[in-house]
């Protein structure tokens, strides 16, 4: 039982229990955990500080605007036993991710390297963290109409690949999960293989979702796929503005949302990490949404802090300014993992950070007290943290400069090239072929009517109700259609039935009440009304 739920339906003194276990405590409110706590002669909560807090998210649904920055989270349950019950015990055993780049990012990130994670056995190239990149336009108040059809075709194709893989999809905001669930909805009706697919799962512990990073904490599937969202507007800008992740807690949000895969993540977004801005006023989010991406862009951990240090030595002045002449950025000393990077080299065409890592022997390689620090271990470290370094020496460079130049300029171009091509070589499990941005231009009427191509049916009415909810059709108007006394009798449905959720409830009453005072609602919440709707007629609701 949840905490409330003893409270709510235990008579106080009626039974007291030997130990009170609460769980995913990040999220219960003290409020909700006295009472469980009182019937109980001992206590243990069990919580990740790093997860979920609790929040008024779902609260502020008739106000809801995804680009407000409001913060709605408070205190719970485990930031009170945190601060009370001295010393508090790590779990440490990581046992989620079948593949240790899954967890390595939050592991770097937020844990400090404390858990202990297993290590794969195997090295397939199929598994981890990719990155697909969507040249997308982001329309504001949380739509990304672009990216949705992307990830919507890319979750069909995965059900046919690989229906023995389970698949849950999450975004970064709620208006996002709804788009995507009205257009996966509309391709599953004519896909008999992605029909099987979920009525397999869904008779299991783990079957098919879209959510959003607000009620995915506690799920987990062989694959997630992930849409940002955010993106450049019309103008080809990207506002710093990116919802809850603006938020104190938003780190915690992302943390919970790049977790949840067991074998695969596939993120899906149309931003790079130099479209997030960094400085010292932005929240601890942004920056890790930032690192995030450059992380599953490149494989790289750190990303190395500028130190304003100087050369060491003239030799790394001579070398910094000959790859300047050839069009790269480079930045000197920059510090990673306790080591530094004698010159750190950019591109203008790769946007994921340092393209490499130029190491001379200078200073830091002469000071170093022994040849296994500074010939093994320091490259060892830097590798490992997914910097691609390249070592030059310094009676080869003044023996022939533009020989040892060219060479250099090789291996960047090579780095280089291979970096770009990587979201188109990142594609997952062989068979499954994402939709690229260029896809864009082929219709959906089109590829339904593609010759050869089978409809398939639902045993119910979905069908048609599907084909009436397209993607970004005019929810609004559809409210207006149905009127107030429709709304009104859904909810006192769902109230006798117990279908409706309290949120969903009380969007509905909110939606009766404007509607009476002739007043629309937003498209967000007419959108959601339209869902809860749809999903109440096939729970057996008659709209007559």
């Known amino acids: 039982m949840s905490p409330i739920s003893v409270a709510q339906f235990l008579e106080p003194e009626s039974v007291v229990f030997d130990i009170i276990v609460i769980d995913e405590a990040s999220q219960v409110r003290p409020e909700e955990a006295i009472g469980a706590i009182a019937r109980g002669r001992q206590v243990v909560v069990v919580g990740d500080p790093m997860q979920l807090p609790p929040t008024a998210f779902f609260e502020r649904i008739d106000a809801f605007d995804d680009e407000e920055q409001l913060d709605l989270d408070e205190e719970s349950i485990l930031d009170m036993a945190l601060a009370a019950f001295y010393p508090f015990r790590h779990l440490c055993w990581h046992y989620r991710s079948r593949h240790e780049s899954l967890i390595a990012f939050s592991n770097k990130q937020f844990y400090d390297d404390r858990l202990i994670v297993f290590p794969s056995s195997s090295h397939d190239g199929r598994l981890g963290v990719k990155y697909h990149k969507v040249n997308a336009v982001y329309q504001g108040r949380g739509g990304n109409s672009q990216e949705v059809r992307i990830v919507a075709e890319a979750a069909i194709d995965f059900m046919r690949s690989r229906p023995d893989w389970s698949l849950g999809v999450a975004t970064v905001n709620l208006e996002q999960a709804e788009l995507l669930r009205l257009e996966i909805d509309r391709l599953v009706v004519r896909d008999q293989e992605a029909q099987k697919y979920i009525q397999q799962w869904e008779a299991t512990l783990e079957p098919f979702f879209v959510k959003n990073l607000e009620n995915v904490q506690g799920d987990e599937r062989d694959c997630i796929m992930i849409s940002t969202v955010y993106g ?84 790394e002045i001579f070398v910094a300014e000959a790859l300047k002449s050839k069009g790269y950025e480079v930045v000197p ?89 990587l979201s188109s070589n990142n594609l997952p499990i062989p068979g499954i072929k994402f939709p690229t941005p260029q896809d864009d231009s082929i219709t959906s009427t089109a590829k339904e009517s593609a010759p050869g191509q089978t409809e398939a049916t639902f045993p119910d009415d979905r069908e048609e109700k599907a084909r009436k909810s397209p993607l970004l059709a005019d929810d609004v108007e559809w409210v207006v259609t149905r009127g107030a006394a429709t709304f009104r009798r859904l909810r006192r449905w769902g109230l006798e039935n117990g279908k409706l959720q309290e949120s969903e409830q009380k969007l509905l009453y909110w939606t009766a009440h404007d509607l009476d005072r002739k007043k629309k609602p937003s498209p967000a919440n007419a959108r959601k009304v339209r869902r809860i709707f749809e999903k109440a007629v096939r729970d057996g609701f008659a709209e007559g």
């Open 232 to 315: 450049p507007n019309q103008a080809g800008q990207v506002m710093q503005r990116f919802g809850p992740i603006n938020q104190k807690t938003g780190h915690r949000r992302l943390n919970v949302l790049f977790t949840r895969a067991k074998y695969r993540v596939d993120l899906f977004t149309s931003l790079t990490s130099a479209d997030v801005h960094e400085d010292e006023h932005v929240s601890y989010g942004v920056k890790t949404l930032k690192a995030y991406l450059e992380y599953a862009a490149t494989g790289r951990l750190e990303s190395g802090t500028v130190t304003e240090r100087p050369p060491d030595s003239d030799f």
């Open 333 to 421: 000393q920059v510090g990673v993992a306790g080591f530094y990077i004698d010159i750190a080299v950019k591109h203008a065409s790769y946007p994921h950070g340092y393209l490499a890592g130029i190491e001379c022997d200078g200073a830091t390689y002469h000071s170093a007290k022994s040849a296994r620090d500074r010939d093994a271990l320091r490259q060892e470290i830097l590798e490992g943290l997914g910097w691609k370094l390249y070592r030059i020496w310094s009676v080869d460079w003044f023996n022939n400069p533009k020989a040892e130049l060219a060479k250099l300029i090789k291996f960047l171009k090579e780095l280089l090239h291979g970096e770009q091509s």
